[in-house]
């Protein structure tokens, strides 16, 4: 089992660039999460997936931010214009929403830095 | 509005010294908590989560919790610390309802450990 993986995990790019993050949950799971961890925020809850449908996106902090899930194995995050403000580890999470299932597993983080 | 504060932002043990990391949460109901840990550069672990019956659940690598509904608290402990224990800890909430996807996360304690 791979695991979440995501890509690039290093992202630095300039302010007003648009700038996309991968995700690729694990086989199987049915749900799929998109966090922003920063130091003054903490980890938060951008958006979530179930069978590829949008479900929550309250988290999302403007316009400029944007999630798809065309299929079961593929979601991006993306964002533009980029801001410094934007600046974060991305993480990307997913699970099975079996019952008594409620691990959600995540991948390695993207960390995006706009200068 | 959910909340969940970890009082201890950082920690300094000694190897094979125990540990406590502190978790409190404000909820409307006794929601389902969540511990997970994040090693350096790494994604989230779920360390060990409670939902109901006995209040001190096991996880894994030794560590467990403790439920205590009078205090809204939900204490992570271990015995002897071992120095591949470094790293931040989170705890997590999440509704009843929907416990495996809106998961509100605590601000993080880093957890070093002395030789």
């Known amino acids: 089992d791979a695991g979440v993986i995501q890509s690039p995990r290093h992202e630095v790019t300039e302010m007003g660039q648009e700038v996309t993050l991968r995700c690729k949950p694990i086989s199987g799971h049915n749900s799929l999460f998109w966090y922003r961890q920063t130091m003054m925020r903490g980890l938060e809850l951008l958006i979530y997936?179930?069978?590829?449908?949008?479900?929550?996106d309250s988290g999302m902090p403007e316009d400029r931010f944007s999630a798809k899930m065309p299929n079961a194995s593929f979601s991006t995050l993306k964002i533009q214009p980029s801001e410094p403000r934007d600046s974060a580890v991305y993480f990307c999470?997913?699970?099975?929403?079996?019952?008594?299932?409620?691990?959600?597993?995540f991948g390695p983080g993207t960390r995006l830095t706009v200068t | 509005a959910q909340s969940v504060t970890q009082p201890d932002i950082h920690i300094t043990v000694s190897e094979g010294a125990s540990l406590e990391l502190r978790c409190n949460y404000s909820y409307g109901a006794t929601p389902y908590l969540f511990w997970y840990v994040q090693s350096p550069g790494q994604g989230l672990q779920l360390l060990l989560k409670y939902f109901s019956g006995d209040t001190l659940v096991q996880g894994i690598k030794g560590f467990e919790a403790e439920f205590k509904r009078s205090q809204s608290s939900f204490n992570l402990r271990k015995p002897s610390v071992h120095w591949s224990d470094a790293a931040e800890y989170f705890c997590?909430?999440?509704?009843?309802?929907?416990?495996?996807?809106?998961?509100?996360f605590g601000g993080g304690t880093r957890l070093m450990v002395k030789p």
């Open positions: 997936f179930n069978n590829n449908v949008p479900i929550d």
């Open positions: 999470a997913s699970r099975n929403t079996g019952p008594s299932s409620y691990e959600q597993y």
């Open positions: 997590a909430v999440g509704p009843r309802n929907n416990a495996g996807n809106m998961l509100t």
